[in-house]
């Protein structure tokens, strides 16, 4: 039980920490107060806290120099692909030029997965990008058609057949989840993007990898353009 419980600490400090360096709360540059000042504001035991400190300076968020003690790294250092940090970014309302990234990421795998998916998926595969497809297709409110919609990419690229783009997808899926929701947020209709989806769907069906990976490009582009449709409207409200 001990072990669970400094373990669960641990992660409240991974947490916590790591979610005021990427939110901008702590700055690179500025320092961590001392190690039990620290251990002490936060209502952990030592050990819980540096063990939580090792982690975040695995991810490349602190660094600790002899002199100095622990400071926050320039975000260059960060290890970008870790999924907390992903994670961290998105929920600290993601900037432009972040949301920006994440569709440069997206054009680069998801049309050539879409591609790959029309040339390998399986019976069972498809049946499962089907299915997604559906449950967009019924959800009700943003939260259960993002979830759809994030499943449905997931399978897209499942049924491409790639085990190493499928550990990125792993990687970036809490990143592409908040962007799939912040995509339905900003629409005036949040299925606005289901025939993009359904053509996708077809295409892989019919095993024509060309118009899957047009139709995926398509569908990525229109949710790059209503993001930055919505953005110019509210600064013009401004």
């Known amino acids: 039980m001990r072990q669970i419980a400094v373990r669960n600490l641990h992660d409240q400090v991974i947490q916590e920490i790591g979610r005021m360096i990427v939110s901008g709360e702590l700055k690179p540059g500025d320092p961590l107060p001392r190690e039990e000042t620290l251990a ?5 035991s030592r050990t819980a806290l540096r063990e939580g400190l090792k982690v975040l300076g695995s991810k490349g968020l602190i660094e600790t120099k002899q002199k100095t003690g622990i400071r926050v790294r320039d975000p260059r250092y960060w290890n970008q692909l870790d999924a907390d940090i992903l994670a961290w970014r998105c929920a600290s309302m993601p900037t432009e030029d972040f949301v920006e990234k994440l569709v440069e990421m997206r054009e680069i795998i998801e049309p050539y997965a879409a591609s790959a998916a029309a040339r390998r998926r399986t019976p069972e595969q498809l049946a499962r990008i089907k299915a997604a497809y559906e449950a967009m297709a019924a959800a009700t409110d943003r939260d259960a058609w993002a979830k759809a919609d994030l499943d449905f990419h997931a399978c897209v690229l499942d049924a491409a057949n790639n ?3 499928g550990s990125l997808f792993s990687v970036i899926d ?6 799939l929701l912040l995509s339905a947020q900003t629409a005036v209709d949040f299925k606005y993007s289901l025939p993009r989806h359904f053509a996708v769907y077809d295409a892989i069906r019919l095993k024509r990898p060309e118009s899957a990976r047009e139709a995926m490009h398509g569908m990525i582009a229109d949710s790059r353009a209503n993001i930055k449709g919505r953005g110019r409207a509210r600064k013009s409200k401004r």
């Open 40 to 44: 002490q504001r936060m209502a952990v």
């Open 174 to 179: 809490a990143a592409l989840g908040a962007y």
């Open 163 to 165: 085990e190493l783009m």
